[in-house]
């Protein structure tokens, strides 16, 4: 599937970005620390970047996915998953603030001082009411803010499959950003690395792993871009956030063994990207119940009584 985006898309990336190397990136992920940029939710709220999503076809999945994927880049610390996708694909009205989604335990990013939340499992997706004075905040090492909510109240919003699928979607897209930004931290840092009175980049040997790890991302790129495009079929975007679950993992070792001690370091910007990947690839379970969930969905018997199997989305 070949996806030349049109002139909209476009400038709709141009400017979110533009608006994220004005209120986001490195410097101020590194004053805020793992913390919910509400500064930058309010201008995306005023601007209405939360509301991409539009009719909910596969032109405003896809929309939704590149505003998550260039806020991801930007290192920009709100709820861009729940606000631009989840929410608006289950009829929610939006609201400022932090909009965590919460697992089955109540666990999630932006729980602390948030008042709603979204509970999805495969059961159901709930609507909850939280305590904003009664979140139990978890170590994070990765950027984000982790926490336990208290849930007081909680009602049925959504089917949970569908919700689940669109959280996945979201988390491909998200994933897909980070992943670009690191490689281009990673591309830019070889050249300028000498050694043995020539650049990094000049090694074949390290040109020969670079592209893998290019030709990997946008792999991982390409099959979001599919799944929003498919409307967020559960099985497309299992996949999607499956093969962006693998595709990180390889981008962490490997951009950070190939940019040697400076790379292991805090004062180089290659970890703010890093470690957010570790906490999206670990989100909704992971990718084995990615990878579950899409070979449930293949194979699950086809609606029409016939009991054959469904092969693919």
């Not at 509970?119 to 984000?144: F, Q, R």
């Not at 699928?165 to 000498?194: H, I, K, N, T």
Request: charged share 20%; with cysteine; aromatic share 6%.
């Amino acid at each position: 599937m070949n996806f030349d985006f049109d002139a909209d898309q476009n400038a709709l990336v141009d400017a979110l970005a533009a608006l994220l190397e004005a209120h986001g990136g490195p410097i101020r992920a590194r004053v805020l620390g793992p913390a919910f940029d509400s500064d930058l939710d309010r201008r995306l709220t005023e601007s209405d970047w939360f509301s991409v999503f539009g009719d909910g076809s596969g032109r405003g999945h896809l929309d939704a996915v590149l505003a998550i994927q260039t806020i991801a880049q930007g290192l920009g610390n709100v709820s861009a998953i729940a606000k631009c996708l989840v929410a608006p694909g289950l009829g929610l009205e939006l609201r400022p603030g932090p909009l965590p989604l919460l697992d089955a335990c109540g666990r999630g990013r932006y729980v602390a001082g948030a008042e709603r939340g979204l509970l999805v499992s495969d059961a159901g997706a709930y609507l909850c009411t939280l305590d904003p004075g009664g979140a139990a905040e978890l170590p994070s090492p990765y950027g984000y803010p982790l926490g336990r909510a208290t849930i007081t109240d909680r009602v049925v919003v959504g089917n949970g499959i569908r919700a689940m699928a669109l959280w996945r979607l979201g988390l491909a897209g998200e994933a897909a950003g980070l992943m670009s930004a690191a490689l281009g931290v990673l591309l830019a840092y070889l050249p300028a690395r000498l050694q043995f009175g020539r650049p990094l980049a000049a090694f074949q040997a390290l040109r020969h792993r670079t592209a893998e790890l290019y030709v990997l991302v946008e792999g991982a790129r390409l099959l979001a871009y599919e799944g929003a495009w498919l409307g967020a079929a559960p099985e497309a975007a299992a996949k999607a956030a499956a093969l962006a679950c693998v595709t990180a993992r390889r981008v962490v070792r490997e951009s950070h063994q190939l940019t040697g001690a400076i790379g292991l370091t805090r004062e180089f910007d290659l970890h703010l990207w890093s470690l957010r990947l570790h906490a999206v690839s670990l989100e909704a379970g992971g990718r084995r119940a990615h990878a579950r969930s899409a070979a449930l969905e293949h194979w699950r018997p086809s609606q029409d009584g016939t009991g054959q199997v469904r092969h693919g989305s």
